[in-house]
């Protein structure tokens, strides 16, 4: 699989979802807007279902870890799920596959993960970016670590256990790192 890359400029994730909109429709946007906002795995992000969902927070296991994660959702989030959840109030899945909606003796079942990965390569091509399906976390992970220049709770958001892993994943380079010092006099 190829490395693909965090968003570095805010301007690029609003173009990203102005495009996937545009050339995927409304819900493949959605996958973006709220992806970025919860910094889950692609296969946790399409797993989730209304039922997860209690008030302000999303509840579930991850598949990769078993691990429980338990997140507040911030307004951006909670303002698309209400919009999915009011235009089609008997889906299970938040993103659910519309094939299946037709087809007679078929379960629900959230959209593809190859079909996300596909818009998602295309409109990273389009923008110059190596783009994928973890490309939310990692965005969000490397504007948090913008934000915060906290290593640590980067790693909590993302659930890692190494500093070195997470600054790999997120993009940061010796050359941010360097940056970082000689742009930073005390």
């Keep these: 699989m190829a490395e693909v890359q965090a968003v570095k400029d805010?301007?690029?994730?609003?173009?990203?979802?102005?495009?996937?909109?545009r050339t995927y429709g409304q819900q493949i946007a959605d996958v973006w807007?709220?992806?970025?906002?919860?910094?889950?795995?692609i296969s946790d992000l399409l797993s989730i279902k209304f039922e997860n969902i209690n008030d302000e927070r999303l509840t579930l296991v991850e598949g990769k870890t078993s691990k429980q994660a338990t997140i507040k959702l911030?307004?951006?989030?909670?303002?698309?799920?209400g919009r999915i959840k009011e235009e089609h109030p008997d889906h299970i899945y938040l993103f659910q596959s519309y094939r299946n909606q037709w087809s007679k003796g078929l379960d629900e079942a959230p959209?593809?993960?190859?079909y996300v990965s596909r818009a998602f390569a295309a409109i990273g091509e389009e923008v110059g970016i190596k783009l994928g399906t973890h490309s939310m976390r990692k965005t969000r992970g490397y504007h948090l670590y913008k934000n915060t220049n906290d290593i640590a709770r980067v790693m909590k958001m993302l659930r890692h256990s190494s500093e070195a892993v997470t600054l790999r994943y997120i993009g940061i380079t010796q050359e941010d790192v360097d940056r970082d010092f000689a742009e930073l006099e005390l």
């Design 111 to 114: 959209i593809s993960r190859r």
């Design 33 to 41: 807007d709220v992806g970025l906002n919860l910094a889950l795995r």
């Design 10 to 21: 805010l301007d690029t994730v609003k173009l990203i979802s102005y495009l996937l909109k």
């Design 74 to 81: 911030n307004d951006k989030a909670r303002s698309i799920i």
